[in-house]
């Protein structure tokens, strides 16, 4: 994961994951709404993981690939 340039997951460990690796990530979140409550919880600071709903998401934040953290 960490030779990637990003991530697109709807796993919360592929969040995790991501976030230990130091790769930007994008993130839908699931049924039970983990990975939006952990991104809020303890990984709200972070600007390298964004939290996606629809497709279009992907789209309004595709500015992620710019960040550099």
Do not use: P
């Amino acid at each position: 994961m960490s030779s990637a340039e990003v991530v697109v997951t709807d796993r919360l460990h592929g969040m995790i994951s991501s976030v230990v690796a130091r790769t930007k990530c994008f993130a839908f979140d699931n049924l039970t709404g983990k990975v939006h409550s952990t991104k809020n919880l303890w990984l709200n600071k972070l600007k390298t993981v964004r939290i996606l709903n629809t497709t279009e998401d992907f789209i309004k934040n595709i500015d992620l690939l710019n960040i550099d953290d």
